[in-house]
């Protein structure tokens, strides 16, 4: 038996290709701020605290060190810190809470990719023997996927470029989105490939930005947030990193860990999915088993703003948002980390009354 | 809800040595996978997550190793978590781990932590540049001296207590297969004439930079029961804690950290001590520089403040003592530095099991586990028993 844990607050900064006057802590310390200011907590209220970044955005070893100083441990606290997407970091507090003995949680985390080259950066990950010394960058590898979906018939180029046009648009509604902008599809498919068949649209933006999340369990939740987005099912699963030991064309990690988060246990009015190229976008859909009665990504997702080690967590805020403000009574948040989605975490949230709530 | 019981069912290392040249990464962290496996006698299939940590990625030029380790950890199709808490790594991730299964979570759960120092030089990634830090130190022990010079001042301690530390404990290394440095021809008077590094200390009272591995299976209350009935005695868990604070702050007291103290009095708490020096059988504690184990004997409630260094003096911490500490050799005899916190949680494992070989406390029923990183501010410790908590 699960104990109920929701999401109370969100926060994000507003994400930007580049943020040259702050450093992390400066970044973050509002958003902080902010999560804990809404629903009127300190510090001093926090059982747990957990955040998710890694060095190598900020060519710095410990990097994360620095950054809780400014959220200021003392007196010292329980706190723990992943090298993942804070989405990652989120679940470690999830688990934490599932313990009874704690009732509330921050999760943050951070993101400053302007500080070097994205695209090489990330060549960092592949296998350090073999793939590495390549220096293959992001936006081929995930043009190689683009293509094998092409390919192998699943998706067209044309249906990349809906999924550009709409997100964009939508993108216009999020105050914080980095990119947004209202053109037809047809007109993007004129444009030449980047890294065919990838247009510059099929690709994210490189991206600057914070966020944090504050989580409680039972009647903790509720004393704080009029309406807590519970999270009814989590799950997250791995893939070798290896592109020729997987079918690039779907995603057998989302679709393990959706079944594990009961994601089709009920009906989904709103999905964010961080999908950083429109291809995956399609991919994670079929995952997902998501049809047009879910509304997919309406902050615009990762194609809106793209901040490393933070665009999963925003996909939870961003659903936990829809609930908290009553647009959404249940929605599945997706977070990916490695090469080509290589690595996959789905959380199912639900407002009260929608049957997840277990009593 | 609540935690659910926890055992340590299988336990593999590492050959640890400077330069692990015949394996890759990936090979490296097989080998301690594979030496739990069969330590648990359970397969790759039977696991159902893998708990990953390690230190800064820069130690070996790869950013989040874990997604590139992920098939050879076994984790194809299972969830795959990466800790990284600083030098506190491996007993935090044993801990994150832990509570897969007190949570009800997973059955079987593999935890595994590394380093492979030759890959880089970390003592140049513990070296911030500027902008960063001023460039007041080079490396770990820079950091230290003044911690341990603040220590001797403050206890009064005598000046060879540092050097009593490093003959125990490369002594004791001598009885480990797996440890790092075994030096025969070690003496008193070979460590005192060592190289002074950062005064007050000197090169054969600093840890080895080295490669290894640490793997685990920690699983319910129902396995641990099998294991048991099979013969395979598991260790019970029966506590653990993590406290950090902050690195730069006026309140801190880097010589006796308050987050260190909380998180020992926590783990005690849950594991039901009262007075850990007379309960406490044997303890492994994160001692990478020979003065390290009087400051954290007091830390850790093991002595008043002030008296750590008597228990050094007067043989209590040696392997035939009343509270054997470092049995293994500890930090100072091996350092693969994300997979050291792991190893102090897995010797208090061992110890508990019976499985120590050479290096077994007669008797051990319940030991402490400790690790800590950063400036001395991360801070991860469990309790484990032989006995059910």
């Not at chain 1, 990950?125 to 699943?154: E, H, M, N, V």
């Not at chain 1, 995956?280 to 509304?295: K, N, P, S, V």
């Not at chain 2, 125990?168 to 070979?190: C, Q, V, Y």
């Amino acid at each position: 038996m699960k104990r109920d844990v929701a999401v109370i607050s969100f926060a994000q900064s507003a994400h930007v290709r580049a943020v040259d006057s702050e450093n992390e802590v400066e970044m973050l310390m509002p958003v902080v701020g902010d999560v804990l200011g809404a629903i009127d907590m300190t510090m001093d209220d926090i059982g747990f605290t957990c955040s998710g970044s890694t060095d190598y955005l900020a060519g710095q070893a410990f990097s994360f060190v620095m950054i809780l100083d400014g959220v200021g441990p003392w007196p010292p606290i329980q706190e723990s810190h992943v090298e993942m997407d804070g989405a990652w970091a989120l679940y470690e507090a999830w688990v934490k809470l599932q313990l009874g003995e704690i009732d509330t949680a921050l999760v943050y985390c951070c993101a400053r990719a302007s500080a070097g080259d994205l695209p090489m950066v990330l060549t960092r990950q592949l296998d350090p023997y073999t793939a590495g010394p390549l220096w293959p960058d992001s936006i081929s590898l995930a043009a190689l996927q683009a293509r094998a979906l092409i390919d192998a018939g699943k998706a067209t180029e044309a249906d990349m470029a809906e999924v550009a046009a709409r997100s964009r648009r939508a993108a216009l509604d999020n105050p914080v989105a980095q990119l947004a902008w209202d053109r037809p599809a047809g007109e993007l498919l004129t444009e030449d490939h980047l890294v065919a068949p990838l247009r510059r649209h099929d690709c994210p933006p490189i991206s600057d930005g914070v966020a944090a999340v504050a989580l409680a369990a039972g009647d903790a939740a509720g004393d704080r947030c009029r309406r807590p987005a519970w999270i009814s099912g989590i799950d997250h699963r791995v893939e070798p990193i290896h592109l020729g030991l997987r079918d690039l064309t779907e995603s057998r990690s989302t679709r393990l860990a959706a079944e594990r988060a009961g994601v089709h246990d009920g009906p989904l009015d709103v999905a964010e999915l961080h999908a950083p190229f429109t291809h995956q976008e399609l991919i994670l859909r079929d995952a997902l088993g998501l049809d047009a009665t879910t509304a997919v990504n309406p902050s615009g997702g990762a194609l809106a703003a793209n901040p490393m080690m933070t665009a999963g967590l925003v996909r939870i805020g961003e659903v936990a948002s829809h609930i908290h403000d009553g647009t959404a009574n249940r929605g599945v948040a997706h977070a990916t980390s490695g090469p080509c989605l290589q690595q996959n975490l789905v959380c199912v949230l639900e407002g009260d009354g929608a049957g997840g709530r277990r009593r | 809800m609540g935690k659910d019981r926890v055992a340590v069912v299988g336990i593999g290392q590492t050959e640890h040595q400077a330069t692990r040249g015949d394996v890759s990464m990936a090979g490296l962290v097989r080998e301690a996978a594979a030496r739990a496996l069969a330590d648990a006698e359970v397969s790759w299939a039977d696991i159902d997550a893998v708990v990953i940590g390690k230190a800064p990625d820069f130690f070996e030029g790869v950013m989040m190793p874990e997604l590139y380790l992920a098939d050879a950890l076994g984790a194809s199709g299972k969830p795959l978590f990466r800790v990284h808490t600083a030098g506190s790594v491996g007993g935090s991730t044993s801990i994150v781990a832990a509570q897969l299964v007190q949570a009800g979570i997973h059955e079987r759960v593999l935890t595994v932590a590394f380093e492979k120092q030759s890959e880089s030089e970390a003592m140049w990634a513990l070296s911030m540049p500027i902008p960063f830090q001023p460039p007041l130190h080079a490396g770990a022990g820079g950091y230290f001296a003044p911690h341990i010079r603040s220590y001797i001042r403050r206890a009064q301690a005598p000046d060879h207590i540092g050097i009593l530390v490093a003959l125990k404990d490369r002594t004791n290394a001598l009885r480990n297969p797996h440890a790092h440095l075994h030096e025969h021809d070690i003496t008193f008077h070979s460590i005192k004439d060592s190289l002074m590094l950062w005064d007050p200390i000197r090169y054969a009272e600093t840890c080895p930079s080295s490669d290894g591995a640490c793997a685990m299976v920690l699983a319910s209350e129902a396995v641990g029961d099998e294991a048991a009935a099979a013969g395979r005695t598991p260790a019970w868990v029966h506590g653990t804690a993590m406290r950090s604070e902050p690195t730069m702050s006026a309140d801190r007291d880097t010589v006796l950290p308050l987050g260190g103290a909380q998180c020992a009095a926590e783990v005690y708490r849950q594991a039901g001590i009262t007075d850990p020096r007379r309960q406490v059988d044997c303890a492994e504690i994160y001692v990478p520089f020979s003065w390290f184990e009087p400051m954290w004997l007091e830390n850790l409630g093991f002595a008043e403040p002030g008296q750590g260094w008597r228990l050094v003096e007067d043989g209590a911490t040696a392997l035939d003592g009343d509270l054997p500490v470092n049995m293994s050799g500890g930090v100072l005899s091996s350092n693969p530095i994300g997979a050291s916190g792991m190893l102090r949680f897995a010797e208090a494992a061992m110890q508990v099991r019976g499985a120590a070989g050479e290096h077994q406390v007669d008797g051990a029923r319940l030991a402490v586990g400790h690790a800590y990183g950063g400036g001395s501010q991360f801070f991860a410790m469990w309790v484990v028993g032989a006995d059910k908590p």
